[in-house]
């Protein structure tokens, strides 16, 4: 199984910064990669598929982006309603795998 | 609108079974593949189980394996996972969420969830 690592767990940000999360695959994979959103006692919402493009409804202020086994999510201006946990997802190679979560909170 | 409604959970002792249900709505139902996610408490994300849309065909977590089975009846839009032999660590909210694509791993819409809880 592909394992997906993601730094850093947590982060501590203003609103307006430019916040840069990390998934680090332990094998090289496609462009088969996503990212996702889960606020508080919420369902997870998809934000991110094929490494780099927005789900509809999805702020610009989002981006993905990476290859081989280093993908990034950036949130170029942190807003208060991104406090959340963000996840990656391998969905090329079986088993499709998560990351341990990235959680974001607001300073 | 795509909409996705789980039941079924609840508490069961070890070594019970539970079958949860999800209905789904908005969408072509049996053009999709689905697909179970669970999230233990205070916990990251675990893929469980999926079934395609193109020939049904079946994949499965080795946590789950040979324990859980999905399956789908595109008549009535829903999707099921029959959970047998349930172990604690089995606690989870569990999500129904379908797929990009027929053959597809990629979740586009998720359930609320559904919290199954294996306790004595």
């Known amino acids: 199984d592909i394992q997906m690592t993601q730094s850093p767990s947590s982060l501590s940000a203003s609103v307006g910064d430019r916040v840069t999360i990390t998934c680090r695959a332990s094998q090289g994979i496609n462009a088969w990669f996503a990212w996702y959103q889960q606020k508080p006692d919420k369902a997870p919402k998809s934000l991110i598929y094929?490494?780099?493009n927005l789900e509809s409804g999805v702020p610009s202020r989002f981006s993905g982006s990476g290859s081989g086994t280093d993908f990034t999510l950036t949130i170029s201006s942190l807003q208060p309603e991104d406090f959340a946990t963000y996840y990656c997802?391998?969905?090329?190679?079986?088993?499709?795998?998560f990351g341990g979560g990235t959680k974001v909170e607001i300073k | 609108e795509v909409q996705l409604l789980e039941s079924g959970g609840g508490l069961v002792q070890p070594g019970g079974s539970l079958r949860l249900s999800c209905a789904g709505s908005g969408f072509t139902f049996s053009n999709y593949a689905l697909n179970w996610v669970r999230q233990a408490p205070g916990k990251g994300l675990e893929w469980v189980s999926s079934?395609?849309?193109?020939?049904?065909?079946?994949y499965y977590a080795d946590s789950v394996k040979g324990r859980f089975t999905i399956s789908r009846d595109n008549s009535r839009n829903t999707v099921y996972l029959q959970m047998n032999t349930l172990r604690a660590e089995d606690t989870a909210v569990y999500y129904c969420?379908?797929?990009?694509?027929?053959?597809?791993?990629?979740?586009?819409?998720w359930g609320q969830g559904t919290l199954v809880t294996v306790s004595s």
């Open positions: 997802q391998q969905y090329g190679s079986y088993p499709p795998t």
């Open positions: 079934i395609f849309g193109s020939d049904g065909s079946t």
């Open positions: 969420a379908k797929a990009w694509g027929s053959v597809s791993y990629y979740i586009d819409y």
């Open positions: 094929a490494t780099s």
